[in-house]
Structures are given as structure tokens and as C-alpha cells.
């Protein structure tokens, strides 16, 4: 049932396709698609075929499904955020809701020349997503959907790494980075790992009970794992003003008659914000706290006897 569903919401979309490539597609044989079109014409939905080279299996035309409450815009809105979901993991629940989306989106309107498919793209994919990365997306979302225990070797922001089992709750791409939170059975508590952190993750054939925790309660900014914030007045030359601006909000930043920029902002101090600041290089000086001054003094130090030795 679910793969003739799939073969309508696919011919409403691309209008024709041959049965040899809705069985590579669906992974079966010639005669099962053969039976399912038959089944499909059967339940009421005409199906039309046409022969030679060009030729295949479409839907007739003028058989849509009723968009009913959802305006063309919201439905295309819908389809764009989809997309950008998709763009993270491979998964082919998110395939099908496309396909069945998309069929409530009239194809003349769609692609009239008066506006714009998609006037929004949505792309979550991180900058930097390898294989492994997606491969650990969709091992843990398996693993979330099967209750099933995973085990991985986890480094920590000072550097030490252990071993950590949990039972998987949910992921969470925040910003730009995937996180698994789950229940640690060493930490006996709930916790955020972050999958970049994350090495020879695999599933194990333990299974566990469904947590009494629901995700929407999640107190996230409580929740999660931030460092003390420090207060921080900094001076940022000319040449760093794109940086600064793509980096701060107008309101932290404040234009000097000399062409720098003076930025008031507070943020965590961890080793982010160490690494940040360096990565500016001259074009920074740190007016205040001492104490980051301090840190980069001797940091700067240390870089220059590397060098001249």
C-alpha cells in the first residue's frame, strides 16, 4: 500500500514515467509494478499509458488532490523548508511527505513565469558536512526510532575523551552543529553530545524503554552546556569591519573617528572565544577585561618563540 501511494504522488509530480523506472526506483520487479498500476486504476485514480520511446505511465490530466486549507504559497513555503531538512539526512519519510506535498501544488502554477517556485531557500546542511557526519545522523536517528542503546567514544572541549553509552532521546541541529541528547547511563542523567565530538559511534543490540520526557518540554537554554559569559570592550581595525559586522549586531558596534570599530558585547568564556579572538590577529586589541588581555599576551608570547626558534 505504501509503495502504490508513493507511485501516485510520483506520477502526479513528473506527469510521466516509464514502468522500468518505477522499478528501479521501488526496488521490484516489472510484473509487481504492472500489478500495482492495475491495483491503482482499480481503486479509481486513471492511469494512462503511452507507448514507444518517449512513451510510459502518467496520471490523466486534470486529477489533482484538493489543497483544501493550505493557500499555494503556504503549500510552497512547506515544500522549501522540506527540502532544507532534507539536505541534513537521508531520509526517506521526509522524501515521501515531498512527494505528497508537492502533488497539492497545481504544475501550471507552480511553474508560471509570474512567480518564483521558490522564493526562499532553506539549506541546514553545516558548512563542512562530510559522509561520516551524515552517516551519524542517520544511525542515531534510527536508533532514537528502534529505542536502541548506542555506545561512541567522546572528547571533551579540555581534550580527554571515554567511553559513553546512552539511550538516545532526539537530535537537535542547533545553528550549524548536530547534537544527540539522550540519557547517559554513566552520568545516570540526561545529556547534549555533540556528533563532531563523537568517534567510533555504533549501535548496540540493547534496547530500552521510551523516556518520560517529552522533547518539547526541553528547557534548552537550562539545558544546555554554556560557559560564563565575560563582558568584553574590544577595538577592531578597519580591515576587519566585514568580519565584525557579519559577527556582531549594530547595536554592540560603535564607528571611531579613526576608522576603527569599538564593539561592546558579552559572550562565553571558553575556548571559542580564545580562539576567536585570536583569529583576528592585529587587526584586534582587547581594551578590556584584563584578564583576556592577559591570556592573549601570553599567548602571543608563546607564538613568537615558536618562530624564532
Known amino acids: 500500500m505504501e509503495r502504490m501511494i508513493a507511485i501516485i504522488m510520483m506520477l502526479l509530480n513528473r506527469r510521466r514515467m516509464s514502468a522500468q523506472q518505477l522499478a528501479s526506483h521501488f526496488e521490484v520487479s516489472l510484473r509487481t509494478i504492472y500489478r500495482d498500476l492495475e491495483a491503482i486504476n482499480a481503486a479509481g485514480i486513471p492511469i494512462v499509458a503511452f507507448p514507444g520511446s518517449s512513451g510510459g505511465y502518467e496520471i490523466m490530466e486534470n486529477f489533482t488532490i484538493d489543497r483544501q486549507y493550505l493557500s499555494l504559497e503556504e503549500l510552497v513555503t512547506v515544500i522549501a523548508a522540506l527540502k532544507g531538512v ?7 519519510q521526509i522524501a515521501l511527505l515531498l512527494e505528497k506535498i508537492k502533488t497539492l501544488v497545481p504544475v501550471k502554477e507552480s511553474e508560471s513565469g509570474t512567480r518564483t517556485a521558490y522564493p526562499i531557500v532553506y539549506d541546514f546542511n553545516p558548512w563542512g558536512s562530510t559522509q561520516e557526519s551524515m552517516r551519524k545522523v542517520n544511525l542515531l536517528r534510527e536508533a532514537v526510532e528502534r529505542r536502541q542503546r548506542v555506545s561512541f567514544l567522546y572528547t571533551k572541549p579540555q581534550g580527554d575523551a571515554g567511553e559513553r553509552t546512552i539511550e538516545p532521546v532526539t537530535l537537535v541541529l542547533k545553528g550549524y552543529v548536530w547534537y544527540v541528547y539522550g540519557y547517559c547511563l554513566w552520568r545516570q542523567s540526561y545529556r547534549f553530545f555533540r556528533l563532531s565530538r563523537i568517534a567510533d559511534l555504533c549501535a548496540l543490540p540493547e534496547s530500552f524503554e521510551g523516556h518520560d520526557n517529552p522533547v518539547e518540554k526541553l528547557t534548552w537554554l537550562e539545558e544546555w552546556d554554556r560557559a560564563d559569559e565575560v563582558s568584553l570592550v574590544m577595538e577592531f581595525s578597519a580591515s576587519a569591519h566585514v568580519r565584525v559586522r557579519d559577527m556582531f549586531s ?60
Request: hydrophobic fraction near 35%; proline fraction near 6%; avoid cysteine.
Open 250 to 309: 549594530p547595536e554592540q558596534i560603535e564607528p571611531m573617528q579613526n576608522g576603527s570599530l569599538l564593539v561592546r558585547a558579552s559572550l562565553p568564556n571558553d575556548e571559542w572565544l580564545h580562539g576567536m579572538l585570536l583569529s583576528f590577529g592585529d587587526a584586534l586589541a582587547v581594551i578590556a577585561p584584563e584578564s583576556i588581555r592577559d591570556r592573549i599576551r601570553e599567548t602571543a608570547k608563546k607564538m613568537l618563540s615558536r618562530y624564532e626558534s
Open 86 to 92: 532534507q539536505s541534513t539526512a537521508e531520509d526517506q
